[in-house]
Structures are given as C-alpha cells and as structure tokens.
C-alpha cells in the first residue's frame, strides 16, 4: 500500500521546483474531501459520479453557471455507451435526453472511394454513434450524481490558485461571486478543459505539440425535412465543410487552413455564404439565416499532450492532459474513458482519502502512456491525410458520409478498431471482476 502522493505523483523532494508562493486572500470558506474534481465538463462529472458511487467525499468546481456553452462535443461514441451501460445509465440517458444516431458513414480522408464505417460490425447493443448536446449529457451526470451525499456542485466557481504544502498539492483556491473560497483535499483533479487553469498552474514538463494547421468556424443553420440524415460534408481548394445532424437544426462546421481567417472576416459576409453555396448548394436558400458574424464561433485546431499528467496530490484528465483532435469527436470519448481508468485505479481511496493500491496506479499510468500517446500519433497521421486532401489542387468530393454515396463500391471497415476502446480498463478488466461488481452495485 503506498500513499495516495505516492500514487499520482512522485515524492515530495522531486516536486519542489513546481512550488508557487500563492497570494494572501481572505478566504470566506474552506471546505474538506477526499477529492477536489475542477471542471464539469465530461471528464470531471464521470469521475466525480464515479466517485460519489463509492461515498468517497467529492467536490465539483465549475467556473461557467450553468453548462450551456455553444458547440461543445456533441458525439456520444459506442465505446462511452457501453460504459455508461456497465454502470446502469445508458438506457435511461437514451430515454431521457434527444438524440440522433448515426450507423453507418463515410469518412472524408480516404480518397476517392471513401472508407464507409459500419457499426453494424460492433459486438455491442450500440452499434450507433449518438448525437445529443452536450449540456443535457452534462445535465443528465450532474443529476445521477447529485443522487448519491457524498457529491457537491459547485457552479460560479473560478479556481485560481493550488493549496501547496512542502511541494504537495492539497486543494484548490477558487473565486466565487461572494469572494474567494477554498477546498482542501488529498486528490485534486484537474479536468478543465483544453485552457486548463490548473495545467498552467502544475509547472509540468511542456506539452508535445500535435497540432494539425487548420481552424473551423463553427455555425448553425436550420434543418428541413427534405434534408439528407447523419453527416454531410466535403473538401475541396484546401477548404472543408462538415454538417453535422442535430435533432432540428444543422452544426456546420467550415475548415480553414490555420490564419486565414482573418482574410474570410475581411472578405465580407456575402463572400463567405457564397463560399458555402458553391461547397454545398443545396443549403443556399437558408444562408440568410446567417446575418452577423457574431453568429458563428472560430475554434483553433491545437492537439497536445503532457509528457507527464500529474504531480503529487495533482492528476490532469481529458483536454487538460491532452488536448485532443476534433476529428472523430474523440475528446469526449478519451476524457470519459479517463476518468474511468482514474477511478479504477484510485478506487481503493477511503473516505480520510489515505490509501491506494500501488498496482492500479501502474496501470493508470501505463494506459494513459499506451493509449493517449498512441491515439495521438494516430490520430496526428489522419489529420496529415485531411490535409492532403484539403491542398488546392484536390478534387471536389462532397457526399453523404451516412451513405457514402460518391462511391460505386465503398470500402468497409470494421468500426470496432476506431470507435470503441482497446482502453486496459474500459471493462474494468485489468482491475479485476471486484471492480465492475463495486461500480455497477450502487444504483440508489
């Protein structure tokens, strides 16, 4: 048994250079748990649910007042689906909160017979790919959780600062609309996002850049009934344009070459919807809906991923340890299946938070290694073969990615290998069987 610095970190004399001198507030409050989770984005509300589960005494932290936020990972994978299903929630999150699904599509960087992915071919009861916002799935985390004492919400709470002793992280700081609080705990878990706060705060080794040079504009048009279904988009002249189907209106997403920008912006508004026009015509009479750049969100394309997540009494999960690729939707899918390695491996945690079992950390530690490293080079390779196909001298190729229906004879791949885990602890199996039995048997 070792310690839980010993755990997610490594001895305090070798934390020491990470050390800051935080400034003197006057603290309203201070608050106690066994773990102190910052964000509630998808990450941060699996972990804390997960650990509310076990009555190990959690506290959220999220700095926005509710969770509403535009364009945010909408895509629930298989893989996500088959975890929420081990823990009693799939079912009841497809029954309560709209959705689409999608089956059956073609990807966009296969060349000129697209590779059409099939869930069909996944050993699952989700052989689909669901579509839902973002904040109801928040919403609906938020609620399971708020079942269990041991689990606290906090909304409107900025952390700013790391409660540090002797080199350890023991909490956090946080502003809040009454002044500055704190939590004090003997886990800190950073799981704010891709501008993670606490990432900046840790002092870790730089992060290895993955970026892939493009940026997407993010906007919405309505949605007709004559409309194609699932996923429609198309690269040409070294530009993009993904739709991506919504229960009543379309999320377009328009792929630039990294700084140009600037130029569309200057280029005026008219311009730009005649550019949409002539990738996709078919939605050129619903391009009045757009009458105001403010309409529209720019997103920077910046993958990344720490060296190392964590220090002692820090662990980094999701977009705070490594920010992944838009394509695929695969943020969402790796923070989840964090904070479920996390939780396996540091589920031994008692409520005075003392100790846990040195073999579940090694195996964290090796899936994030494994698993987030590999990823990210995959994922890096798929977004060069975008590029390739973005250049000005590639062909036009709009299409269907539900059907695919540019190509006589698409190619078909087993969707398995993409979208569902190889992850050592998507079905707790490197934990052992006391563990699915320990996170499926508290349900009330």
């Not at 839980?4 to 106690?32: C, I, K, M, W, Y």
């Not at 891709?194 to 080794?205: E, K, M, V, Y």
């Not at 892939?212 to 344009?241: C, H, K, N, T, Y």
């Amino acid at each position: 048994m070792l310690s839980l610095r010993s755990a997610v970190g490594v001895n305090r004399g070798a934390e020491s250079p990470f050390s800051r001198t935080a400034q003197h507030h006057d603290t309203r409050d201070v608050d106690h748990a066994s773990c102190c989770v910052v964000g509630g984005g998808p990450a941060g509300l699996f972990l804390s649910l997960l650990f509310a589960r076990q009555g190990i005494p959690v506290v959220l932290l999220e700095a926005h007042a509710d969770f509403n936020r535009e364009f945010r990972g909408d895509t629930i994978h298989p893989a996500i689906l088959q975890l929420l299903d081990e823990i009693g929630l799939a079912d009841g999150l497809l029954s309560t909160v709209a959705h689409t699904r999608l089956r059956r599509f073609a990807t966009p960087i296969s060349g000129r017979v697209p590779l059409v992915l099939d869930f069909g071919n996944l050993r699952s009861r989700f052989s689909f790919m669901a579509f839902m916002r973002q904040a109801d799935f928040l919403e609906f985390l938020a609620t399971e959780a708020g079942r269990y004492p041991s689990f606290r919400l906090v909304m409107g709470a900025n952390a700013r600062e790391l409660i540090e002793e002797e080199g350890v992280v023991r909490g956090v700081r946080y502003q809040a609309a009454d002044g500055w609080r704190a939590v004090r705990a003997v886990l800190t878990v950073g799981a704010d996002g891709r501008f993670s706060r606490l990432r900046q705060l840790a002092g870790l080794p730089p992060a290895v850049k993955t970026s892939a040079p493009m940026d997407i504009l993010w906007f919405r048009l309505s949605r007709q009934d004559r409309d194609p279904e699932g996923v429609v988009g198309g690269f040409s002249m070294g530009r993009g344009l993904i739709m991506l189907e919504r229960t009543d209106y379309w999320q377009v997403g328009y792929v630039l070459p990294k700084g140009i920008y600037q130029q569309v912006h200057a280029d005026g508004l008219e311009a730009f919807k005649a550019s949409l026009a002539a990738r996709m015509p078919w939605i050129a009479e619903r391009l009045d809906e757009l009458h105001d750049w403010k309409q529209r969100s720019l997103v920077s394309v910046e993958a990344d991923r720490l060296p190392r997540w964590y220090r002692a009494g820090l662990l980094l999960i999701g977009d705070a340890a490594h920010v992944m690729s838009p394509l695929g939707g695969n943020g969402i899918n790796y923070a989840i299946q964090d904070a479920a390695a996390a939780a396996n491996a540091l589920w031994p945690l008692s409520s005075n938070g003392t100790e846990t079992h040195a073999k579940h950390s090694c195996q964290y530690r090796w899936w994030r290694r494994e698993s987030i490293g590999g990823s990210s080079e995959r994922a890096d390779r798929r977004q060069r073969r975008l590029r390739r196909r973005c250049q000005p001298n590639s062909s036009p190729t709009p299409r269907n990615w539900r059907t695919g229906t540019t190509a006589d004879h698409p190619r078909t791949s087993n969707s398995r290998a993409i979208f569902t885990s190889t992850m050592p602890t998507l079905s707790w199996s490197k934990c052992g069987a006391a563990h699915r039995t320990s996170w499926g048997s508290r349900s009330s």
